[in-house]
């Protein structure tokens, strides 16, 4: 995993770098009316309106995973760009981080068993950005988190935390750690397949489509 800041402590100049750099956008969320939300929603339709999924929390992570899934195919999804609420919103509908990255987790596992991405790509934000970048690393998925400069997130407790990639790091670590914790296949996992690997639909009870 790679983290790095942008130039620009503003969050909507990296929302606008990730939205242009990925195939599909997608927004994990409850409050589609955030700030966040509205604005990551214009710069990904921007490009197409079949460019923007939304994948409400509040669907199971299956539900989820077919939607995606029947995107991914019909756009042939190398780089994908997961966005979505904050903690600070999530936590009044009832989420916690662990809670937030155990869909995610659900949600990519089961996408990326039939389809393989090359890249995913997030803002870094607390909430559904970092669970996608806790996801992919479990996963053994390349994946890139950029932060507005001085990584700077909004916690629970903290409007504008400023710090270190060592500190984001570390973050990570320990999120992943309870992740690995409830999945122990995570810890036996098979290295990732080769990039030539031809991907095929479901065949062992499990479908998407």
């Known amino acids: 995993m790679q983290v790095r800041e942008h130039k ?15 195939d599909l956008t997608i927004a994990c969320a409850e409050d589609y009316e955030s700030s966040g939300e509205v604005l990551t929603h214009k710069l990904a339709v921007a490009r197409g309106e079949e460019r923007y999924l939304k994948l409400p929390l509040s669907m199971t992570p299956i539900e989820a995973a077919r939607l995606l ?40 596992k089961q996408v990326s068993e039939h389809h393989q991405f090359e890249l995913i790509i997030s803002g870094g934000q607390t909430g559904a950005d970092f669970a996608g970048g806790v996801a992919a690393e479990a996963l053994g998925i390349d994946a890139v988190m950029t932060f507005p400069k001085g990584f700077k997130q909004r916690t629970l407790t903290v409007y504008e935390l400023i710090q270190t ?21 995570l810890h036996t996992a098979e290295p990732a397949p080769e990039k030539s690997r031809r991907v095929s639909e479901p065949d062992d009870g499990f479908c998407l489509s």
């Open 165 to 185: 990639e060592e500190d984001v790091l570390r973050t990570v670590a320990l999120q992943l750690q309870v992740l690995r914790e409830n999945h122990p296949e």
């Open 69 to 108: 899934w029947k995107r991914c195919k019909a756009l042939n999804v190398r780089t994908l760009n997961i966005a979505g609420n904050g903690i600070y919103t999530l936590k009044k509908f009832g989420w916690t981080d662990d809670s937030v990255n155990e869909w995610m987790y659900q949600v990519i």
């Open 8 to 22: 620009s402590p503003k969050y909507s100049l990296r929302t606008e770098l990730n939205a242009n750099s990925a």
